[in-house]
Each structure stands twice: as C-alpha cells, then as structure tokens.
C-alpha cells in the first residue's frame, strides 16, 4: 500500500550531513511528499513537507528532482539524537472529509554514530 | 507543552478484557486521526474524525473497536474482549485542517496477556 520506497538502513558519522533518499515514482501532480521521523518509544515526529520546490526548514532540507519521482532529505549537521526511523510518505486523500491518510512504510533506520 | 496527550502510556490486560485509550488533540485542531502500530512496521491508519463526525474508517477497525470525539475536542478508543493480536502501539494525531500537517502524540502501548 505504501508508495514510496526507502533504503532500510543507513550510517552516518556525527557532524556529518546525513542524505536519505526516497523513490516515489507514482505520485501524483499534487501530492505533496512528507518527512516524519520516530525515536524509540515515541510518536512520529514531523520533519517537512514539500510539492515541487526544494524546502529548507530549522530542521532539515528536502531536495525535490524535477520530475518528482524521488526526493532527498538532508541533515546538515547529523547528531546522536537523530539517531531515529525517517519515514517518507505521500499522503492518501480520503473520499469524503477534506483530508488525508499518511501511508507509512518500513522506513529508513538511521544511526549516526559518533 | 501543547501538542498530542495520550493517556495512558501504557496498558497491560487479559486477553478478553476490555480496555479504552484517550487523546487529547492540539487545542485549535479540529481533525483527529487514530493510527495503530505493530513491532517493526510504519503506523498503519484506523480512523479519522472531523469536529464530532468520524468520516472515515479503516478495514483493519473491526467490530471490536469503537472510537468516538463526543464533543469534537478529546477522543476515545475502545477494544472489546481484546485479542493477542491487538497488543500494538495506538498513536492520535491531530492537525488543523486537511492537508496541514499530522501532529503525534507519543501513543498507548498495549500488551495483552
């Protein structure tokens, strides 16, 4: 059901940027993609959003490819607490209701390390 | 803090027991969704209200669960004579109208014995 399609694991050293790509080659001209990122024990916390242009925010960037089949999001300066499971997701509109379901898949588990 | 309260953070019962799980949403937020979570998976959606109105529904919410947001501000989910299957992490997320994003909260955890 999930349309978007993560590496499961990646490393990344502290202080270094940490780059996680995400496939989602079926999107739809207006579906926004979604960053969300879980620390153990915890809920999903939001990262970004983006459509088409490139998003920075004090968290992260999303670098958005022009045909919008695949994105990238970046953390500049990786910590130890970032050591999460990100989660690429493109929203699902309900039928009737003006909103939206979030479609999660496996994630990617990052480890940054130090 | 005033995002996401879910109580309680924990729940460990019987299998056959009833139990019930409550969110409070961001106070502004008049949509609430509810989101069910097993070890090793994403979240995986169950329902969703608008203000009172629960506008859609999930094929994974069986007759066994109800979720209700009586006056468009808390909401509650019941499961009746709980299953082994049943024991997940149950996460709310509110957000302020459709297509903001989905603020959650940290979940009810629940074993079942």
């Known amino acids: 059901d999930a349309k978007t399609t993560q590496p499961p694991s990646m490393d990344c050293a502290e202080g270094r940027a940490a780059n996680l790509p995400c496939n989602h080659s079926t999107i739809s001209g207006n579906e926004y993609v979604y960053w969300y990122r879980q620390i153990h024990s915890q809920g999903p916390q939001y990262i970004i959003h983006g459509l088409k242009n490139n998003e920075t925010n004090e968290m992260a960037s999303l670098i958005i490819t022009e045909d919008r089949k695949s994105s990238t999001l970046i953390l500049p300066h990786a910590t130890l607490r970032d050591t999460a499971v990100y989660y690429c997701i493109v929203r699902v509109a309900f039928s009737q209701g003006g909103s939206e379901k979030l479609v999660f898949g496996k994630g990617t588990k990052l480890t940054v390390n130090p | 803090d005033t995002g996401v309260s879910q109580d309680p953070r924990h729940k460990i019962t019987k299998r056959g027991q009833n139990v019930t799980f409550r969110c409070d949403p961001i106070?502004?937020?008049?949509?609430l969704y509810w989101y069910r979570q097993t070890l090793g998976q994403g979240p995986e959606f169950l329902t969703y209200f608008q203000n009172e109105a629960q506008l859609e529904k999930s094929r994974l919410l069986s007759d066994r669960f109800s979720a209700e947001r009586p006056k468009g501000s808390f909401s509650t989910l019941e499961i009746q004579r709980t299953e082994q299957g049943d024991s997940a992490m149950y996460l709310c997320a509110s957000s302020l109208t459709g297509g903001q994003p989905q603020h959650f909260g940290d979940g009810t955890r629940l074993s079942i014995l």
């Open positions: 106070s502004e937020h008049n949509r």
